[in-house]
């Protein structure tokens, strides 16, 4: 079952997603909040799966609440999604730095929506390679000399992140690095750890900050 938290000050808005979650037999909303700061205390309380959290909110935002989840080690099990009602606007990177698993715009599709929920509680970044072009095209312009950290990588972790900052699926990785999936799933893994991502969004962030993937045109 996976276990969602809502937080988003509109409560026809949570209404609207709720009543959509509830009608699928391997979803269930634990918990609604209308501030970050209330969604925090709902999220160490149930510890869920997921907290859709919208990033203009009373109190504290979206993209605070983010951080202090992200930096809870209590809460690493919480895989944090923006909601948004403009798409691609200066704070989506924000949320991605601060640790979001990834991001929906307010007015997807309601299948789309519902695939969006199960991807991320796989632990896989919301972050299609078309949106992820769009993304760091536009806010990444000049790499940061983060790239100690990925010293600790081997060559094989090192070209899985690289293919993973383009979007690609575990499965494509595999068939890229003539690998198996299982293989390619590992090396993501232990990059992960080595780097200290949450999850798949932020390997996307730590490679184009670090210059181990530059934007085209930068």
Known sequence: MIRVLLVDDQ??????FR????????IEVVAE???????????????PDIALIDIQMPVVDGIEATRRIAAD?????????????????EYVFDALRAGAAGFLVKDIQPEDFLHAVRV????????????????????VTQPLN?????????NREREAVALVAQGLSNDQIAERMVIS?????????????????RDRAQLVIIAY?????????S
């Open 120 to 139: 991320a509680a796989r632990g896989d970044a919301l972050l299609a390679p078309s949106i992820t072009r769009r993304l760091i095209n536009r806010y």
């Open 181 to 197: 999936p299982q293989t390619a799933k590992t090396h993501i893994n232990r990059a992960m750890a080595k780097l200290h991502a």
């Open 33 to 47: 909040a209308g501030d970050g700061m209330q969604g925090l205390a709902l999220a160490r309380e149930h510890l």
């Open 209 to 217: 900050e670090s210059g181990l993937v530059v934007p085209r045109g």
């Open 19 to 26: 009543a959509l979650l509830d009608l699928e037999d391997d």
């Open 11 to 16: 409560p026809l808005l949570r209404s609207g």
């Open 73 to 89: 080690p209590a809460l690493a099990g919480v895989h944090v999604v923006i909601l948004t009602n403009y798409g691609f606007d």
């Open 146 to 154: 983060t790239g100690t950290g990925l010293k600790e990588l081997t």
